[in-house]
């Protein structure tokens, strides 16, 4: 008989199944959050379809109510809000325009009122190290035996201004394409009606219990997204009226159109409310040409704001999704960094979608115990 081969007496490492599934999954999360960050330009349009169309959707169904065709019922509420924001933006133009042409003169006033009130400030040491590094800079550049900076060739200067328009014009034709086809994309779902519900419900599962559970998720989406978008809606009203009254207060030209301008941009957290502060006070200060004024009409702005977004926005979010604030911060901070301000203005929905996931699947049941209160 032929001797059998001597065994290897090395132990074999083996992972267990646990770290391989787990290395697995943080593997592919890794990778979906490369695939979302890539595919931003096709994700963004299509989440803020679908939340236009759940903020949409009731006046679809009170339009079928009167016998209206949903095809038509959606055409008629989509091309009337088109109509209405295009209004919006048609009154806000000439006052933007008439803005943007006083604005180099506004920043020489406002560059002359700023040196005024450092002449009759004390020099800080910030000031004074600077002052000290412009001193070493002309001694190093006169060592080293250069004069002055040569001033940069004309052509180059207009080559970069002529690739700056260029570079701003395509923006603003992409910017006008994607806002044409989300246009469409929302009417598409609307006048779809329940079509990707039904397909849902099929993907579930043969058995009644997989499609109702499907039903359930779904449902409770749907309400989460409304109560979402009407939470929206009334905290930003109360800041476009809260607004409205102090510009009119203190003497702002247009204060409703303003007003409304500064509800609508608090749509997107933080970011939204902070440009509309810095509009504001170029708006103050091109017409009371005081810097005294535009600081009082942009703080007062703040303060609306601050309380809007510290106590009455969070109450009702904690109201309607029951989600506790850290996690939403961090959600803000991560969706924003992923998106920038779109994923910021996305971000509690999406978190909201999330959750009522994973209350319904068993093992997300972590990640449901983290986001609730």
Do not use: C
Request: net charge negative; charged share 15%.
């Amino acid at each position: 008989m032929a001797s059998e081969p001597p065994r290897s007496t090395t132990p074999t490492v083996r992972l267990p199944i646990e770290i391989r599934h787990g290395a697995l999954t943080i593997i592919l999360i890794l990778a979906g959050l490369a695939a979302l960050r890539l595919a931003a330009g096709l994700v963004v349009p299509l989440v803020l379809s679908g939340l236009a169309a759940v903020a949409l959707e009731p006046l679809v169904r009170a339009l079928q109510r009167l016998r209206v065709p949903r095809w038509l019922a959606a055409a008629f509420v989509v091309g009337g809000t088109v109509l209405i924001f295009g209004a919006v933006g048609y009154e806000l133009s000439d006052d933007a325009a008439e803005a943007a042409r006083r604005l180099p003169e506004a920043t020489e006033e406002l560059r002359a009122e700023l040196q005024e009130l450092r002449r009759g400030a004390e020099p800080s040491p910030l000031d004074a190290i600077a002052e000290a590094a412009d001193d070493i800079e002309a001694a190093a550049t006169e060592a080293a035996g250069g004069g002055q900076r040569q001033a940069r060739p004309e052509s180059a200067i207009d080559l970069g201004l002529r690739d700056w328009v260029v570079v701003g014009s395509m923006s603003i034709i992409g910017f006008a394409g994607q806002l044409l086809l989300l246009v469409f994309l929302v009417y598409f779902l609307l006048a779809s009606g329940d079509l990707f519900k039904r397909k849902l419900v099929r993907l579930g599962g043969p058995d009644m219990a997989g499609k109702r559970r499907m039903v359930d998720v779904i449902d409770e989406i749907h309400l989460s997204l409304e109560r979402f978008i009407v939470v929206v809606v009334a905290t930003n009203g109360v800041v476009a009226v809260a607004a409205w009254a102090a510009f009119w207060w203190l003497g702002l030209s247009n204060p409703a159109m303003w007003g409304v301008f500064g509800g609508a941009l608090n749509t997107i957290p933080y970011v939204g409310s902070a440009i509309s502060t810095g509009v504001f006070f170029i708006v103050a200060f091109l017409q009371f040409d005081s810097l005294e004024t535009a600081a009082l009409v942009a703080g007062a702005f703040i303060v609306i704001t601050s309380l809007e977004g510290m106590w009455l926005k969070p109450w009702l979010m904690g109201r309607t999704a029951r989600m506790n604030n850290v996690a939403v911060f961090v959600g803000l901070l991560f969706w924003g960094w992923l998106w920038g301000p779109w994923g910021m203005l996305l971000a509690y929905p999406i978190m909201m979608v999330i959750k009522t996931v994973a209350d319904h699947v068993e093992r997300m049941h972590p990640v449901a115990e983290l986001l609730s209160e």
